[in-house]
C-alpha cells in the first residue's frame, strides 16, 4: 500500500455499525509503516476549507475507483495499521496527493505546539539526582561550590578521561558515577582502551539501557531501515563492546537481527547471503576486509549472493572520510551511513538519508557544547572539540565530558549536526614541522586513490624532530609509480614533505584500526 492510493477501510456508522468505506492514503508513516487516511463522503454539502471534491471531470476521477461525486475529507483524520486495509480502489494522481498534503501540512504549522520538556528541565532533574548521593559528579559539583540543581550547563565542571579513571582506581572496580545502589545494575560493558591503554568498565540499569537502545533505533530509523522489511547483522566478536549489544538489541525490538560473534570472516559473509541480510553493522575498516572478500575462491560468495543494501558503521573514523567512503559503497553496491558514540556515554549520532556527509547529534539524549582552545563554544562552521553531558543515561550519568573527538560545528534546521563526521582526536593531533596533523586527515588523502589495499603511518623523533611516514600496501597489479603521485597530494594538502613507502604484509583489522605507529 503507498501513498495516493484509495483503499477501503472498514468505519463505525451512526447506527453503531461498520460499514468499508473508502479512504485515501496521505503517508505512510515511519517507523511501522502505519497509514495516515483521510475519508471520503459522498456528502457534499458538509465541505470545509480543508476539503476538496473530485468529480467525474476530473482527470484521475476514473482511476480513483469512485462511482459518484465525492468529497476528500482532509478534516476527517485517521492512524491505521496497513494491515488493517480491506481492499484498494485506485490511485488519485500524483498532483491531487501533493495539493492534499500541502494543504494539510500548512493546517498543522498552524497549530500551536505544545512545549517539549527543554534542556534545563531536563538537566535540572539530572543535577537534582545527582546530588542526593555521594558520587563522583556529586563530589565534583561540591568542588566547583555548586549546591543546588538550578545552574546553567555552562556552570558546571568539565569532566576527563583521566578523572574516570583516577575515580575507578580510588572506587575499584566500578568507579563511583553511579546514581543507585549496585544491586540495580545488570548490564556490563568495557571501553577498548585505545587511546589511554586502560579499558574501563561501566555498569547500567535497566531503565539506562533501554535509554541508549532509543539512541540506536533513531540510528536505524534515520538510515531508513523498515520494521518486518530489513535484516540487520552485526559483525561484532561476541565481548564487552558497547557497540555491538546496544546495536543487536535495538535492531532486534523492530528488524530481524543476526548476531555474527564468533564467526570467521568467511562465514560472515555467507551466513548474510544465506539470510538476505540487508543491513551489515561494523567498523569501516571491517567492512573494507568483508568488501576485498566478496567473490574470491575463499569467501564462495559474490556480490549477487548478496542483499546488502546499507552499511552501518562505527568504532573508529572513517566512515565520512570520502575515499574511503567511496570504496565501501563500490565493494558493497550498498549505501554508507556513518554513526558515532562511547562506552562512556551511549550511542551520540547518526547520519540521515536526507542529510549526508553529516553526523546528527541526538540532542533528546544529550546537552552537546563545541569548544575551542578556550573553553568556549565555537561559532559557526569551526572545528573544536565535542562536549557531552548525558541526559537520559542517568544511572551512571558524565556532566560536560570532553569526548576527545574533533569536530565542524553545524546548525541545520536546528539541529547540531558535525559536519563530516568526527574529523580526528584531540589527543591523536601531532605537530609536524609546524603543522597540525590529524591521523583521518592523512587517512582522507590516502583513502582517495582506491588502488590502496592498506596503509599505515610511522610517527617517530629524528634528530629530536617529530616526522612521520606512510606505508602503503597497493593491490596486485598497481604499478609502483603510484607512490608519486601520493606523495605530490600529501605534498599539496599539507604543505609539506611526507615520505610514503610501499611495503607488504601491513596488519588487517576486525575492530578498531591502529594505523598511527609510534615508534
Known amino acids: 500500500m503507498s501513498e495516493g492510493e484509495v483503499l477501503l477501510m472498514s468505519l463505525p456508522q451512526a447506527d453503531g455499525q461498520t460499514k468499508l468505506r473508502p479512504v485515501i492514503c496521505l503517508r505512510v508513516m515511519p517507523p511501522f509503516g502505519d497509514l495516515l487516511v483521510c475519508g471520503i ?49 485506485g490511485r488519485i494522481d500524483s498532483q491531487r496527493l501533493a495539493r492534499l498534503q ?21 538537566l535540572r532533574s539530572l543535577l537534582r539526582l545527582i546530588l542526593a548521593s555521594d558520587n563522583f559528579n556529586a563530589r565534583k559539583l561540591h568542588a566547583a561550590g555548586i549546591e543546588h540543581p538550578g545552574v546553567s550547563l555552562r556552570a558546571l565542571p568539565f569532566t576527563t ?14 568507579g563511583s558515577a553511579m546514581t543507585e545502589p549496585l544491586v540495580n545494575y545488570t548490564r556490563f ?10 579499558p574501563m568498565a561501566w555498569v547500567d540499569t535497566p531503565q539506562s539501557w533501554q535509554a541508549m537502545l532509543e539512541c540506536w533505533r533513531k540510528v536505524f530509523h534515520a538510515a531508513g531501515l523498515k520494521p518486518g522489511e530489513d535484516r540487520v547483522f552485526t559483525a561484532f566478536a561476541f565481548g564487552p563492546f558497547l557497540g555491538f549489544w546496544t546495536a543487536f538489541e535495538a535492531a532486534a525490538t523492530d528488524y530481524l537481527a543476526i548476531p555474527g560473534g564468533g564467526l570467521s ?9 544465506r539470510y538476505g541480510a540487508t543491513t551489515l ?25 548478496l542483499s546488502i543494501r546499507k552499511l552501518i558503521v562505527a568504532g573508529e573514523p572513517g566512515g565520512n572520510v570520502p575515499g574511503l567512503r567511496q570504496r565501501l559503497e563500490k565493494l558493497w553496491n550498498a549505501r554508507v551511513f556513518d554513526h558515532h558514540g562511547m562506552t562512556e556515554v551511549g550511542p551520540v549520532s547518526f547520519e540521515s538519508v536526507e542529510l549526508p556527509g553529516h553526523l546528527q547529534i541526538i540532542e533528546a539524549a544529550y546537552a552537546a557544547e563545541v569548544i575551542g582552545a578556550d573553553d568556549q563554544e565555537v561559532a559557526e562552521g569551526e572545528d573544536g572539540e565535542l562536549v557531552l553531558t548525558t541526559l537520559h543515561r542517568t544511572a551512571c550519568p558524565l556532566l560536560r565530558y570532553r569526548t576527545g573527538d574533533w569536530v565542524k560545528k553545524r546548525r541545520i534546521d536546528g539541529r547540531l549536526c558535525l559536519e563530516g563526521g568526527v574529523l580526528g582526536r584531540v589527543d591523536e593531533m601531532v605537530v609536524i614541522r609546524g603543522v597540525n596533523l590529524y591521523p583521518s586527515a592523512v587517512e582522507g588523502v590516502v583513502r582517495q586513490f582506491p588502488e590502496v589495499a ?8 629524528i634528530d629530536a624532530m617529530d616526522e612521520v611516514e606512510v606505508r602503503v600496501e597497493l593491490l596486485p597489479g598497481t604499478p ?7 606523495e605530490d597530494r600529501l605534498r599539496d594538502t599539507f604543505a609539506m614533505r611526507i615520505p610514503v613507502r610501499l611495503t607488504t604484509g601491513l596488519p588487517r583489522f576486525e575492530f578498531k584500526a591502529k594505523r598511527w605507529v609510534k615508534v
Not at 501540512?105 to 512545549?115: G, K, N, S, V
Not at 570472516?265 to 547471503?273: D, F, G, I, P, W
Not at 609502483?480 to 601520493?486: D, G, K
Open 41 to 89: 463522503s459522498t456528502q457534499l454539502q458538509q465541505a470545509s476549507p480543508l476539503d476538496e471534491t473530485i468529480a467525474p471531470g476530473d482527470a484521475d476521477f476514473r482511476s480513483s475507483g469512485l462511482k459518484k461525486p465525492s468529497l476528500i475529507r482532509l478534516g476527517f483524520l485517521m492512524g491505521n495499521p496497513k494491515g488493517t486495509m480491506q481492499g484498494r480502489l
Open 102 to 122: 500541502s494543504r494539510l501540512a500548512t493546517y498543522l504549522t498552524e497549530i500551536p505546539r505544545p512545549q517539549v520538556q527543554p534542556e534545563d528541565t531536563k
Open 161 to 174: 578521561k583521566s578523572e574516570l579513571l583516577a575515580d575507578r582506581v580510588q572506587h575499584p572496580p566500578f
Open 189 to 198: 560493558c568495557q571501553t577498548s582502551g585505545t587511546s589511554t591503554g586502560q
Open 265 to 273: 570472516s568467511q562465514a560472515r559473509l555467507q551466513t548474510m547471503a
Open 281 to 305: 553493522c561494523c567498523t569501516p575498516t571491517y567492512a573494507v576486509r568483508l568488501g576485498e572478500m566478496i567473490g574470491t575462491a575463499e569467501a564462495g560468495v559474490s556480490l549477487t549472493d
Open 454 to 461: 592498506e596503509f599505515q603511518v610511522v610517527h617517530q623523533q
Open 480 to 486: 609502483e609509480s603510484l607512490q608519486r603521485r601520493i
